[in-house]
């Protein structure tokens, strides 16, 4: 069931509790037990909630992804997550979702257009500099986008290794 609303909902879900992101894998170990003589980005659409009935109707209606269940923390309920990570599904996802995203309308335009301008990188394939700048470019976009400071820092962490809470009101 494809209807307007359930999509409308659905982009609700995502705008509010989802993430739309470009994750990057460069540390020394992936690239040498993988042979890589550069990083690897893997785009993702991706939504974890408390409550598996939503979960569930997001993989009902588009028919794609991944479920998982995160471990109980702390002897509370587990994290239920939905994910697609290949680009013709990230980009099925967006194009459907498209016309009602608000929040995360910049982060789905810069996916497909990363869609657009990158083929899925092989370990083994020539890559030249301007073209891993020109990627790494659309990572820190992305990570600028969805409010993580670039490059990686620790500095904002607390104790726990999370973020501190800052009042606004």
């Not at 460069?26 to 659409?45: G, I």
């Not at 020109?134 to 670039?150: D, H, P, Q």
């Amino acid at each position: 069931m494809e209807d307007a609303v359930i999509l409308a909902y659905i982009a609700g879900i995502i705008d509010g509790e989802g993430s739309i992101c470009i994750s990057r894998s460069s540390h020394e170990s992936f690239m040498k037990q993988y042979n890589r003589n550069y990083p690897y980005y893997v785009l993702t659409v991706r939504v974890g909630m408390i409550d598996p009935v939503a979960i569930d109707l997001i993989h009902d209606t588009f028919g794609i992804g991944s479920r998982s269940i995160e471990k109980k923390y702390h002897k509370q309920r587990p994290m239920y997550r939905w994910r697609v990570y290949k680009r013709p599904d990230c980009k099925y996802v967006i194009d459907k979702l498209m016309p009602y995203l608000r929040v995360k309308k910049p982060q789905a335009l810069l996916a497909l257009d990363f869609i657009k301008n990158f083929k899925r990188s092989h370990r083994f394939n020539p890559m030249s500099d301007e073209k891993e700048k020109e990627r790494f470019g659309y990572w820190v976009k992305m990570r600028t986008l969805n409010g993580i400071a670039s490059p990686a820092t620790t500095e904002r962490a607390g104790i726990s290794g999370r973020s501190k809470s800052v009042r606004i009101d």
